[in-house]
């Protein structure tokens, strides 16, 4: 299978869990008011609570019950953690965690022989769709062991990649593709989670070597996806595991890709010292191979966090470094990363023209490109620049165009980012009230992420607003 036939079967992969999940959520229209059984298979906890949240924040009145270990009757302990609740208010009832109160080397579970004798008592309590959240190994045990319940089921949700397993996942021709990993929307990037995290688990703790170098790429595309969406210990407990098999395989190239991406964590978190060293490891890695893309990519990197110190005319010089090679290697992506860093270079100087003129190239490559990421991040830094101009209604319109997709691709620092420069607009229009609102926003965003420095300096700007106040 070539490529972009792979690509192609994983977007298909996508577009499936995404129709699941809207089946899903007709199935509280269709059966409002009515009972009904389903069954939604997911092999991650951690996949079926984001979709359980997702359905959620659309519908009111979900009960969500988690089987205890200890359970026996499924139906009498559902009961009686439903009794006293109101009928009417109820709009469907999920149970969860069923697998943990099924011994694994129980081949006749006498809890799923005496849910079977429970079948008609779900249907004269509960007049509401009953859906049972469980994996696929469960959803077996069940048919055979509860036919009759089992007969009932009129709704089968499948939340389950066909590349989750190791093996499977080695024709994988999608895995550590950044650039379509960006582009996910938030529910397409939980399931792609759960699709690697279970490959991932699937290889083991210590993967053999065959298999090894597979896992490195899932680790990183996992800690991209994690950074993405604002979790950044997840993301650099991932990119740390790649690095230990990297060391371990002595794979020198793939240990220079973990130090940049780890390099990018810690800048992210405002630990300016720890950035440095990460990305100066991996450029020296590069420099020894000779490999002309990651050199670019360090120096792009390394000119981000002179940047951030305020040294410009060395963050300017490694990023036209960066440029150099990226324009010569035809990496259109890389071009228009630097460009968008000059542009910000320019812009903390006041060459606002320039600025426009450098950011606006970024925007045009990334829009050949269609790169969701790249255009939001753009977008926020064209703002900045129509802001310095003082053209607070252009500034927040492309504010809010780049918050639309942060929004969409469930980018938290970007959507944070977002709000903050929103409310700087607020400020400068002089609506203290709507500007408190979006910093708010924004500082809890940020503390969710894990970005100090930048909870402190909004805070800074609150306390600010509090004084103009008084």
């Not at 999940?21 to 984001?50: Q, W, Y």
């Not at 230990?244 to 990018?264: P, S």
């Not at 927040?396 to 997709?405: H, N, S």
């Amino acid at each position: 299978m070539g490529k972009d036939q792979a690509i192609s079967k994983r977007l298909e992969q996508v577009d499936y869990q995404k129709a699941e999940l809207a089946a899903l959520h007709r199935l509280f229209v269709v059966s409002e008011g009515t009972f009904s059984l389903s069954i939604a298979v997911c092999n991650s906890p951690a996949l079926r609570d984001h979709i359980i949240e997702r359905i959620k924040s659309h519908s009111e009145g979900i009960t969500v019950i988690k089987i205890a270990k200890e359970v026996t009757d499924i139906f009498g302990f559902v009961k009686e953690k439903t009794d006293g609740e109101s009928q009417s208010a109820r709009t469907s009832i999920f149970i969860l965690d069923v697998e943990k109160a099924v011994p694994s080397d129980n081949k006749e579970p006498k809890l799923l022989r005496a849910l079977n004798v429970t079948r008609e008592l779900w249907k004269v309590n509960y007049s509401c769709p009953i859906v049972f959240w469980v994996p696929e190994y469960i959803a077996t045990l069940i048919s055979k062991h509860a036919p009759d319940l089992w007969s009932w089921v009129s709704h089968h949700f499948e939340f389950v990649s066909e590349q989750a397993g190791a093996i499977s996942g080695k024709s994988d021709a999608y895995a550590g593709d950044i650039g379509l990993a960006g582009n996910l929307d938030l529910d397409e990037k939980q399931f792609r989670i759960a699709e690697l995290e279970q490959r991932i688990k699937d290889a083991g703790e210590l993967p053999k070597e065959d298999i090894a170098q597979y896992v490195n790429i899932w680790l990183n595309e996992l800690g991209y996806i994690y950074f993405a969406i604002g979790e950044l210990d997840k993301a650099e407990q991932m990119l740390n595991k790649a690095l230990q098999i990297n060391e371990k395989l002595g794979r020198l190239e793939g240990m220079a890709t973990d130090y940049g991406n780890l390099g990018i964590i810690y800048l992210t978190k405002g630990e300016l010292n720890k950035a440095e060293e990460m990305q100066n490891k991996a450029l020296d890695i590069y420099e020894k191979l000779s490999r002309l893309e990651g050199i670019a990519r360090q120096y792009g990197n390394l000119g981000v966090i002179y940047q951030t110190k305020d040294e410009l005319d060395k963050a300017e010089q490694m990023h036209n470094k960066a440029l150099e090679i990226a324009e010569k290697l035809g990496l259109i992506a890389g071009t228009a990363g630097q460009y968008l860093n000059l542009g910000v270079i320019y812009r903390t100087r006041g060459e606002l023209d320039k600025a426009e003129q450098m950011i606006n190239k970024a925007v045009e490559l990334n829009k050949k490109l269609g790169r969701l990421e790249g255009i939001a991040i753009d977008y926020g830094n064209l703002g900045m620049i129509y802001k310095d101009r003082g053209e607070l209604d252009r500034a927040e319109e492309i504010f809010q165009e780049g918050l639309k997709i942060d929004e969409k691709l469930g980018r938290l620092e970007g959507i944070a980012s977002k709000y903050s420069n929103l409310g700087s607009i607020y400020k400068m229009r002089g609506d203290s009230k709507k500007a408190r609102q979006f910093w708010e926003k924004a500082r809890n965003l940020y503390k969710k992420i894990g970005m100090p420095h930048m909870v402190k300096k909004i805070e800074g700007w609150i306390e600010g607003l509090d004084k103009t106040e008084d």
